[in-house]
């Protein structure tokens, strides 16, 4: 079987740089399919003999495509055209995707090369063929199904359904990110963004023990929902005891900034994994006002000191927006599962900190001499 292959931005890249992104999303789709490829202006033309049902599951999956067609072929001669057409229709009609009684239809024909008919002429010939084999009607503006035919120098492409891909790029384009996870809705949703940019994302978990339970489950069971749309790239999955690092903050700082100092922490210990994993930045899962950490000057707060860019996808969504796409790529229900929460949050959390007040409490526990330490205890969860 054959298959039309249709990316989006990557045809607006440069010849080199769009080369190189093609044989990204190429050695993608290879790492799950026994497949081989043909490069035809915009698109791939991908060449199988596997299952369809796993082919329309692997490129679905799939970001960097925004579309593909299952396709039929044949030449340029009219006849051998008309054959295809007509066995084409009998099928999809036997299989009740065109009701030929209720439904009309349309012909969008493609044509380049030389050939002795022009585009609008093998349209209507084409047309004329479906309307002999089902005497359907014809509505060239809003049909409920179309009948797209291209001819091509010297092959003929039959084809009637155009599957919606994710689009974005081909992850493992943009090099390495580590994403703060959590057992929330939030970070599996940031990372999927990012895997959407086409980054190659790398899980780091901060184990909170004895401040909150039962999260590292919930953990790895996302990072396998989110390795379903990483195909071609591994997910590894860290964790580190950032609960001694908690117990610092407990005691040595003023409770209403237990949970600036934490997210400070945090994003600290993913800058020491990203230096270790060659990673080119941070990633979580912050949406402005949603939780205490989250206002703006929290923000600046608990993130000056990181010389690593933070990048947070969903920093404009509201909640309802960042749930829908949890729902859709299947981490939701994983989410909320209760879990206990975290223990160490205060009952007065700091919403607008000072940020000369964080840099001294930063040095008077220590934060990085800590932080280096239990970076220590990172472990892959994975493995």
Same mark, same amino acid.
């Given at each position: 079987m054959k298959y039309f292959v249709r990316y989006g931005e990557i045809g607006t890249k440069s010849p080199k740089i769009r080369r190189k992104f093609e044989n990204n999303l190429i050695k993608n789709i290879q790492s799950e399919l026994d497949c081989t490829f043909d490069n035809n202006q915009g698109r791939l033309t991908l060449i199988t003999d596997e299952e369809d049902c796993k082919v329309n599951d692997i490129l679905s999956r799939t970001f960097g495509i925004v579309s593909y067609s299952p396709i039929l072929e044949t030449n340029t001669n009219k006849d051998d055209i008309t054959s295809l057409i007509e066995n084409t229709m009998r099928k999809i009609i036997k299989e009740d995707k065109f009701n030929p009684e209720k439904d009309t239809f349309a012909v969008r024909c493609r044509r380049v090369g030389n050939h002795n008919y022009t585009s609008q002429e093998i349209a209507a010939y084409c047309g004329g063929v479906v309307i002999k084999v089902c005497d359907a009607t014809v509505n060239l503006s809003q049909p409920d199904f179309t009948l797209y035919v291209e001819v091509r120098d010297d092959k003929t492409y039959i084809y009637h359904e155009k599957i919606r891909g994710l689009g974005g790029l081909p992850v493992g384009s943009q090099g390495k990110v580590v994403c703060l996870i959590s057992s929330g809705i939030d970070s599996p949703v940031a990372a999927y963004q990012m895997l959407k940019r086409g980054c190659q994302v790398i899980l780091l978990h901060?184990?909170?023990?004895?401040?909150?339970?039962?999260?590292?489950?919930?953990?790895?069971?996302? *990072?396998?929902? /989110?390795?379903?749309?990483?195909?071609? &790239?591994? !997910?590894?999955?860290? %964790?580190?005891?950032?609960?001694?690092?908690?117990?610092?903050?407990?005691?040595?700082?003023?409770?209403?900034?237990?949970?600036?100092?934490?997210?400070?922490?945090?994003?600290?210990? *993913?800058?020491? /994994?990203?230096?270790?994993?060659?990673? &080119?930045? !941070?990633?979580?899962? %912050?949406?402005?006002?949603?939780?205490?950490?989250?206002?703006?000057?929290?923000?600046?707060?608990?993130?000056?000191?990181c010389r690593m860019p933070i990048f947070s996808p969903l920093i404009s969504l509201d909640k309802l927006e960042i749930e829908e796409i949890a729902k859709r790529i299947n981490t939701y229900e994983t989410s909320i599962i209760p879990d206990g929460g975290c223990k160490a949050v205060p009952k007065h959390p700091e919403t607008h900190a000072d940020l000369k007040l964080v840099k001294d409490i930063v040095e008077d526990i220590n934060q990085m001499e800590c932080l280096e330490k239990i970076s220590e205890s990172i472990v892959r969860l994975d493995s």
């Open positions: 901060c184990d909170n023990h004895p401040y909150s339970e039962g999260s590292v489950d919930k953990v790895l069971k996302n *990072a396998d929902n /989110l390795r379903r749309y990483s195909i071609g &790239n591994p !997910i590894k999955v860290y %964790s580190i005891k950032f609960g001694k690092y908690l117990e610092k903050v407990l005691n040595e700082a003023p409770p209403r900034m237990t949970c600036v100092l934490c997210k400070s922490g945090m994003y600290q210990s *993913a800058a020491l /994994l990203a230096k270790k994993e060659h990673a &080119n930045a !941070i990633v979580d899962g %912050s949406s402005i006002g949603q939780v205490a950490s989250q206002t703006l000057t929290n923000l600046e707060a608990t993130r000056y000191h």
